[in-house]
């Protein structure tokens, strides 16, 4: 068993989690709504630490990140377990399971930076559940990497207090953060969360080092209101920068969202013209074939520098960071060396 961090006891004895805002109180024996923080004989332990569901050879496209060193391949793995509760959680298999029925294997993090170097990926990715409720063991996992020149990429819901983003994202290289619709009543209603301390943690982000994408999984008749697309895009570009990278990505029906179609190709195009409208440079679609929606243009003088094609990379003109047509720099991280054109596909290495 693992002891937590970020947790007080309270004067009627039980223990209150401090990760997250959600706040729990646990009486001796009780888990957290995320089901891997407990309180047992009067201490939090992490039960997720070290245990992964599996593992999956990603490109960091599939993040998704776009600016970050892109072309490249990530380790990705996460634990069963979710501190949000989404109606329509695309890794609910994973999110919602328990520990004891995901058959998890223990891994330290010597053992994961092992198999990121056998399979030949330069950086870990902390996704597929929220790595907030297991940040114990991303930062550990972190500083492992970190020791052994590897790269940490961070995949959130930002739904994270305070002090506990300072020391999660000290240890992060970059992060998406899902931002899950741009009204309380849908956080409150279909993710059981909240927006405010979401939009806390992107502001506080866009002041630091930590590279950062953001996501709006689009729901046909939920979040997909043109106004609330385009108030998302305004608030991103003045409380982040108009070079934050905004991704408009496609839902599928899953977990208790069944009743819904998935997204028109259409909504996702028309929220990016509005955000690019908006002011915001790099606005792209994801979860669909579209082009033109996941080109990375340059900001300066739109030569189209990064084509692709879902997670492919199909053209790669950017040199030194940056246009090779008028120089500017394309905001982000990128390689030195030329990138290969790359398939997008994932490898499986024992998803369980
Ligand atoms: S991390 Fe888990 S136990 Fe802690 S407050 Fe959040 S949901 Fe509750």
Partial sequence: MHVARYWTTEPDGRIRCTLCPRDCHLAVGQAGFCFVRQNLGGQLVSLAYGRSTGFAVDPIEKKPLNHFFPGTQVLSFGTAGCNLGCRFCQNWDISKSRLVDRASLAYSPRQVVDLAVEAGCPALAFTYNDPVIWAE????????????????VFVTAGFVTERAREEIFAHMDAVNVDLKAFTEDFYRKVTLSHMAPVLETLSWLAKTKVW???????????????????????W???HMGPDVPLHFTAFHPDFKMMDRPPTPPETLSRARAMAREAGLHHVYTGNVHDRAGQTTSCAACDAPLIERDWHAIRSYRVRDGACPSCGARLAGRFAAAPVPLTSGRRTLLGLV
């Fill in 137 to 152: 063991w991303a930062i550990d996992l972190a500083k492992e990497a970190h020791e052994r020149g590897l790269r940490t």
């Fill in 212 to 234: 950062t994408e953001v996501t709006n999984l689009m729901i046909p008749g939920l979040n997909d209101d043109p106004a609330e697309s385009r108030a998302l895009a305004e």
């Fill in 236 to 238: 991103i570009g003045d």
